[in-house]
């Protein structure tokens, strides 16, 4: 069974950069694509980024293309989103979640979760 | 983008009866290539990430009780409770993964009456 932990959440100032991780245990991700989706506290989910099985093949939700910067290592069983030039409306909590079916699919499992609080 | 549109945006029903939660999408999830909906169900409860319940619409992931159910096709679809239990407190959100980018419902917050 595959599980998944986020770390590298935070508090940054708009125009900062911050860089979450994603660890994967158990089974290993690699045959996977995996996502970034991202929660505002007590509001809906929105999904921010996935990325296929080699890293060759990325996609991103409009908002955040040209900003964030999804990637992975499979040696390390680990996903990554380098987040740049934040701005407030970016605070959420995000999850990292294996994208099962493909590039268009279910997310399941879900990670517990980073608050990225961006903030002056 | 495919908007996801739930309702209602809360519900409060006694234990043991039933809940109905409608998602309706802007365009068709329904695949002419294989004739599947390209949707899928996810309860979350306070602190806790979303969990999958449903996907293909209608397919009940593995260890999700029976009385979790799902219907529609093309562009409405129901996620049914058909006892609500203590456990089931929670908010239920729909997801498209027809097209990217993959887009989720607002959520429906379940209550006990």
């Known amino acids: 069974e595959l599980q998944l932990a986020e770390s590298g959440g935070g508090l940054v100032q708009p125009g900062g950069s911050l860089r979450l991780s994603c660890a994967g245990s158990?089974?290993?991700?690699?045959?996977?694509?995996m996502s970034w989706v991202r929660q505002v506290p007590g509001k809906g989910l929105e999904w921010v980024a996935n990325?296929?099985?080699?890293?060759?093949?990325?996609y991103y939700v409009d908002s955040v293309r040209g900003r964030f910067i999804i990637s992975r290592d499979n040696a390390k069983n680990s996903l990554y989103l380098q987040m740049n030039s934040l701005r407030s409306e970016d605070t959420a909590v995000y999850y990292c979640?294996?994208?099962?079916?493909?590039?268009?699919?279910?997310?399941?499992?879900w990670g517990q979760g980073a608050l990225v609080s961006v903030s002056s | 983008d495919v908007v996801m549109i739930q309702s209602p945006d809360s519900l409060a029903v006694s234990l043991g009866e039933r809940a109905t939660i409608n998602c309706k999408s802007s365009q068709s999830l329904l695949s002419s290539s294989n004739n599947r909906n390209y949707l899928a169900w996810y309860q979350q409860k306070p602190g806790q990430p979303p969990k999958l319940l449903i996907y293909w619409a209608s397919t009940r992931e593995s260890g999700v009780p029976d009385r979790f159910s799902g219907s529609g096709s093309g562009t409405d679809f129901t996620l049914t409770i058909s006892s609500l239990q203590a456990e089931d407190v929670a908010v239920y959100f729909c997801?498209?993964?027809?097209?990217?980018?993959?887009?989720f419902g607002q959520g429906t917050k379940v209550e006990v009456k």
């Open positions: 997801q498209q993964y027809y097209s990217t980018p993959q887009t």
């Open positions: 990325i296929n099985q080699d890293g060759s093949d990325k």
């Open positions: 158990g089974l290993s991700f690699s045959g996977y694509w």
């Open positions: 979640a294996r994208e099962v079916s493909g590039r268009l699919g279910w997310f399941d499992p």
